[in-house]
């Protein structure tokens, strides 16, 4: 569903990312893995179009895609739930997700019931402002949110940071409904590993913003890739 070769970035005068060729599936999660400071993030955000790539190639199932900005790349099918959350902390909770409908048919701007049976807290809360929520509710708002929008391509970036066990629980269950519906690449940042591990289908290791070790979890022992990740 999309997939890049040899794609660079800068920050200025310095390369962050060199060469980063990786595919990610429809019904699939790749997990993107390494320590701090490695390029997950610049990673999502080369693929987002908020930092644009240096260079190299990506492709929406078989469509090259220029270096476009990010709300192109929305239009395109790529979704992000952001570190941090970005939660509008002035709007309420129905107004947020409302902002997906920019990205919607006019007949398709309603909230899916399918949000609310994932995350019922929010049916309950609709009328609350974003930054009154707990940032576990906070981080199950950015995920409807990105799901209101029907992505090909949902980014996810440490979803379980600062967030309570249980909402991890449910975090980790919404990944896999949305997985196992088939029709929707993930691509999953995360530091917690036996939350991706669980969770992931693919594997790509970085380090100094090179792909170190890549591999699915059929190929890749448990112990071989958290000894890699941990290094």
């Known amino acids: 569903m999309i997939r890049t070769e040899n794609l660079t970035l800068h920050y200025g005068g310095s390369q962050i990312l060199h060469g980063i060729s990786m595919e990610a599936r ?8 390494g320590t701090n400071g490695v ?5 999502l955000k080369a693929l ?28 395109r099918g790529l979704a992000v739930v952001p570190q941090g959350r970005m939660i509008f902390p ?21 909230i899916p019931e399918e949000i609310f049976e994932l995350f019922p ?10 930054g009154d929520l707990s940032g576990g509710q ?24 600062g967030i309570q066990p ?14 196992g519906k088939g029709d929707m690449a993930i691509i999953l940042v995360e530091q917690y590993f036996d939350f991706a591990y669980g969770l992931a289908d693919r594997f790509y290791v970085l380090k100094r913003g090179e792909v170190a070790l890549e591999g699915d979890k059929a190929t890749l022992s448990k112990e071989v890739l958290r000894a890699t990740v941990s290094v």
């Not at 908020?50 to 929406?60: A, D, E």
């Open 48 to 75: 987002a179009g908020t930092h644009p790539r240096s260079g190299g190639q990506v492709w929406l199932g078989n469509e090259p895609v220029p270096v476009v900005p990010p709300q192109a790349m929305a239009r």
């Open 138 to 161: 906070q981080q199950q708002l950015a995920i409807a949110r990105a799901m209101i929008m029907k992505p090909r391509v949902l980014l996810l970036d440490e979803p379980t940071e």
């Open 166 to 179: 249980n909402i991890i629980q449910q975090i980790g269950r919404v990944i896999e409904y949305l997985k």
């Open 121 to 130: 807290i929010l049916k309950d809360f609709l009328h609350r402002r974003g």
């Open 90 to 110: 002035l709007l309420t909770v129905r107004e947020n997700m409302e902002t997906a409908y920019a990205l919607l048919p006019r007949a398709e701007h309603r």
């Open 39 to 43: 390029g997950k993030t610049s990673l």
């Open 26 to 33: 429809a019904g699939e999660v790749t997990c993107v893995m």
